[in-house]
């Protein structure tokens, strides 16, 4: 079966032997010398992680696993829960169970698990005790009360309402994922808005530099106060030769004028001098005529 996590393959065949199964299994049974009930199914379970969460998700599928622990009559694991590290991504658990496997692989659909892979294991075939579910229960009756809720048959009553909080628990993480996504996508989330900002960082930084060089060229062609003073006292000193020139042109001018006036007055002066000369002189060259 698919969902929309990824593959999440729940048959028995994995592309392995059977003898190589087999001797997996032979090896999980040969560190424990338990017998199995009449009314449970003894059964090998493969679980391979994402490897895309090989480094981001060890915390997520130890607690994956400890719900398992908690939820499920674990035999064995390979390797130990408390020892898995980051580069674990195939974890194998032999596991007693009177929940059908295929109940135990949907309660496993979640987003870090890329596929399942479980085999049924047959007692005759590996020569394991079977305990008879009538003899437990009687011999549970004969344990003290208090000695009983620490037991492991007390533990196999409470199976099924721990699988029911397990798959509250599944439900609660799919719900979150659903509103949230995944924490690679919160991750390229958190990635795409330091990417904004180192953009929005570097173009500041830009302005910045070019307001920079604007300051520094404008200090470079703007004259400081003291040039400024200095121009404004050479501006002055200019201003005041050229009015002193100016004052001397027009003094010089004022007596050019009275000269050119005196000449006036005296050519005017000699011309009527001139002509009062002619007037008499006419006069009595008139009279002499007549005489």
Same mark, same amino acid.
């Not at 994956?64 to 622990?69: C, P, V």
């Not at 939820?71 to 829960?81: F, S, V």
């Not at 309402?161 to 439900?171: G, K, L, N, V």
């Given at each position: 079966?698919?969902?929309?996590?990824?593959?999440? =393959?729940?048959?028995?065949?994995?592309?392995?032997?059977?003898?190589?199964?087999?001797?997996?299994?032979?090896?999980?049974?040969?560190?424990?010398?338990?017998a199995?009930?009449?009314?449970?199914?003894?059964c090998?379970?493969?679980?391979?992680?994402?490897?895309?969460?090989?480094?981001?998700?060890?915390?997520?599928?130890?607690?994956?696993?400890?719900?398992?622990?908690?939820?499920?009559?674990?035999?064995?694991?390979?390797?130990?829960?408390?020892?898995?590290?980051?580069?674990?991504?195939?974890?194998?658990?032999?596991?007693?169970?009177?929940?059908?496997?295929?109940t135990?692989?949907?309660?496993?659909?979640?987003?870090?698990?890329?596929?399942?892979?479980?085999?049924?294991?047959?007692?005759?075939?590996?020569?394991?005790?079977?305990?008879?579910?009538?003899?437990?229960t009687?011999l549970?009756?004969?344990?003290?009360?208090?000695?009983?809720?620490?037991?492991?048959?007390?533990?196999?009553?409470? =199976?099924?309402?721990?699988?029911?909080?397990?798959?509250?628990?599944?439900?609660?993480?799919?719900?979150?994922?659903?509103?949230?996504?995944?924490?690679?996508?919160?991750?390229?989330?958190?990635?795409?808005?330091m990417?904004?900002?180192?953009?929005?960082?570097?173009?500041?930084?830009?302005e910045?530099?070019?307001?920079?060089?604007? =300051?520094?060229?404008?200090?470079?062609?703007?004259?400081?106060?003291?040039? =400024?003073?200095?121009?404004i006292?050479?501006?002055d000193?200019?201003?005041?030769?050229?009015?002193?020139?100016?004052?001397?042109?027009?003094?010089?001018?004022h007596?050019?004028?009275?000269?050119?006036?005196?000449?006036?007055?005296?050519q005017?002066?000699?011309?009527?001098?001139?002509?009062?000369?002619?007037?008499?002189t006419?006069?009595?060259?008139?009279?002499?005529?007549?005489n």
């Amino acid at each position: 079966m698919e969902n929309d996590e990824g593959p999440l =393959v729940t048959s028995e065949t994995s592309g392995e032997s059977k003898t190589e199964i087999h001797r997996t299994i032979e090896e999980f049974l040969a560190e424990t010398s338990r017998a199995i009930r009449s009314d449970a199914q003894l059964c090998l379970f493969r679980i391979q992680f994402d490897r895309d969460d090989e480094y981001r998700q060890l915390n997520r599928r130890k607690r994956i696993l400890a719900e398992i622990d908690d939820a499920l009559e674990i035999w064995r694991t390979k390797p130990k829960i408390g020892e898995i590290t980051s580069s674990d991504l195939v974890i194998e658990l032999l596991l007693e169970t009177r929940i059908s496997p295929e109940t135990i692989v949907d309660a496993l659909n979640h987003a870090c698990i890329d596929t399942v892979v479980y085999w049924k294991i047959d007692p005759e075939k590996f020569d394991l005790d079977v305990t008879n579910t009538e003899d437990v229960t009687a011999l549970r009756d004969q344990l003290d009360q208090k000695q009983s809720t620490n037991s492991v048959a007390v533990r196999l009553d409470h =199976v099924q309402s721990q699988m029911d909080t397990f798959a509250a628990y599944i439900d609660s993480l799919e719900e979150f994922l659903d509103e949230e996504g995944t924490a690679q996508q919160l991750l390229e989330n958190l990635r795409a808005d330091m990417d904004d900002l180192r953009e929005e960082l570097q173009s500041g930084a830009d302005e910045r530099d070019e307001l920079h060089a604007r =300051v520094t060229e404008l200090e470079a062609t703007t004259p400081s106060a003291t040039e =400024v003073d200095a121009e404004i006292a050479r501006i002055d000193c200019a201003l005041e030769n050229l009015a002193n020139e100016f004052r001397r042109e027009i003094y010089e001018l004022h007596a050019r004028l009275d000269s050119i006036q005196a000449d006036l007055d005296d050519q005017i002066e000699w011309r009527q001098r001139l002509c009062t000369a002619v007037a008499s002189t006419e006069s009595n060259h008139d009279v002499e005529t007549n005489n």
